[in-house]
């Protein structure tokens, strides 16, 4: 019979940490704590926000189903729907060419590679709903800037990833053509890239989900869509009114949802 027991106190699969990783994993927990503590969190809250939350519910339902309100949110809606669909188009087209910089060994050196790369990176490090602030001040209030700040969101999000999927791109068609004397636009256009193709598509379906949501909230800082009547809603206590946006914002990005994960089987066959 095979002995189970651990005389030694632990599996031999467990290896006992060193003084540097204990210190390591103490020092994670207590930042931990100290986030917990930062942030506010408290038991007491926790315990008696159930109430709380069940006299917004009560006083939220039933949703408010006027026709006139519906057909008013539903015009915003629609409008959220511009704003991102049509600040999602002009982001993923102005991916590609940011992206062929940004990607690797492709065309640009590698000095222009990390310039470009940590331009992304800062674009995806200030959030969405900043960057519509920005252009609220830059272009005035309305739909405008709430697509400016979609396609600048866009742009951080799938040039990114735009240029890994280059990078990870089967090399062998590129390095035929190569072989051959093609230049180096030649080979990224007529390998590169298309071998990247349903890697480009799953992350232009998943840039547009995004858009949408993102979408959704932009009219809180006045840059159009749904969000003012969200915020209408709970700065006048029209309960009924925010659960009915609520809802409606829910229902489309869902739909949204669905519908790009059905795109996406269609065209490339499988989920990413």
Not at 4 to 31: C, K, N, Q
Not at 208 to 216: D, F, G, I, P, Y
């Amino acid at each position: 019979m095979t002995d189970t027991s651990f005389p030694m106190g632990l599996p031999s699969r467990y290896e006992r940490p060193s003084a540097l990783a204990f210190l390591v994993y103490a020092a994670a927990i207590v930042i931990v704590l100290w986030s917990f503590a930062g942030a506010g969190f408290s038991i007491d809250k926790v315990i008696s926000s159930p109430p709380r939350f069940a006299d917004f519910i009560d006083r939220a339902f039933p949703p408010n189903l006027d026709p006139k309100v519906l057909a008013r949110l539903g015009w915003k809606m629609l409008e959220t729907l511009q704003i991102a669909l049509a600040g999602a188009v002009i982001g993923i087209i102005l991916s590609v060419p940011i992206a062929l910089l940004a990607a690797r060994g492709l065309i640009a050196p590698t000095w222009i590679n990390q310039i470009v790369r940590t331009g992304l990176g800062f674009i995806r490090a200030v959030p969405d709903i900043a960057w519509a602030l920005v252009f609220v001040v830059a272009v005035g209030l309305g739909p405008f800037a709430g697509m400016l700040a979609i396609a600048i969101d866009t742009i951080g999000f799938c040039g990114r990833f735009f240029a890994d999927d280059m990078e990870a791109a089967d090399k062998g068609p590129s390095e035929s053509l190569t072989a051959t004397g093609a230049r180096k636009l030649d080979v990224v256009a007529c390998a590169t890239i298309p071998a990247a193709m349903p890697a480009f598509i799953s992350t232009s379906l998943f840039a547009t989900e995004k858009a949408v949501r993102s979408s959704t909230i932009l009219g809180l800082v006045g840059a159009g869509g749904i969000g003012i009547e969200l915020k209408v809603g709970f700065d006048l206590f029209d309960y009924p009114t925010a659960m009915t946006v609520i809802l409606m914002i829910a229902v489309v990005v869902i739909s949204i949802e669905y519908l790009s994960g059905w795109a996406r089987t269609k065209i490339i066959g499988e989920q990413r």
